[in-house]
């Protein structure tokens, strides 16, 4: 399969810092990037939906003021989560597909951990 | 609202044993479906996907799947300790777009016992 890449891997910033997390498709051109947040012992959440070239699409109750997408190029989109606090601790996954994957398949990165004192 | 329901387990089996994993959709709307192993402080990986009823094999794994019933599952045959894991259940709403949302359930986990 197809490989995506997440940097870091992990962060660990103070409250009320920004913090920038890339997500890298190194073998295809992802028109699509997904975003998720997974909680300990949850499931993932998805948080928002991005196209190449265009604004992201935010799931309902996910602050966009707060998780800005940006999605410039077809190999990399960033999540930025700005005034980070404790409560926004948690493994953030991307996800990246394309009309010409098979099935549609989302290819996961390998996540980063966000702890924020 | 779109819900994927799963036994949360733990499901516990020997090794060797058929370990056997449950997913039900709220969302009649769905047409895809995803099984995706998730290890501890890892990212998911996609083990198999179905879209059209009946079973589907892939080496050890066999997803099973039943639109009536808004059903399915996952068997794992002669179960081995690096199967023990969580097993994600995902539905899509729609086979033909790359901009389709997954919904994932909470995830089943899922131990085998040397």
């Known amino acids: 399969g197809a490989v995506v890449s997440q940097h870091p891997s992990w962060v660990i910033c103070k409250s009320g810092t920004s913090v920038k997390i890339e997500c890298r498709s190194l073998d295809f051109q992802a028109t699509t990037m997904f975003w998720y947040r997974q909680f300990p012992k949850q499931s993932l959440m998805l948080m928002a939906t991005?196209?190449?070239?265009?604004?992201?699409?935010?799931e309902q109750g996910v602050e966009k003021d707060k998780f800005l997408i940006n999605h410039a190029s077809l190999t990399l989109s960033t999540l930025t989560v700005t005034s980070a606090h404790p409560e926004d601790s948690s493994f953030y996954i991307c996800?990246?597909?394309?009309?010409?994957?098979?099935?549609?398949?989302?290819?996961f990165g390998p996540g980063t951990r966000l702890t924020v004192l | 609202q779109k819900e994927v329901e799963q036994n949360s387990g733990p499901l516990s089996v020997p090794e060797g044993a058929i370990a056997s994993l449950n997913c039900t959709y709220s969302d009649r709307v769905s047409q895809s479906f995803f099984w995706y192993r998730q290890y501890s402080g890892k990212s998911p990986e996609l083990i198999m996907s179905i879209y059209s009823n009946g079973d589907k094999e892939d080496g050890r794994f066999t997803a099973q799947l039943n639109k009536a019933s808004q059903y399915v599952s996952l068997l794992i045959r002669d179960s081995q300790p690096s199967d023990s894991a969580t097993y994600l259940c995902?539905?899509?709403?729609?086979?033909?777009?790359?901009?389709?949302?997954?919904?994932f359930g909470k995830g089943t986990l899922l131990t085998v016992n040397p």
């Open positions: 996800s990246a597909t394309s009309r010409q994957v098979i099935d549609n398949e989302q290819f």
């Open positions: 995902a539905a899509q709403p729609y086979s033909g777009g790359s901009n389709y949302k997954l919904t």
């Open positions: 991005s196209n190449e070239g265009s604004k992201a699409t935010y």
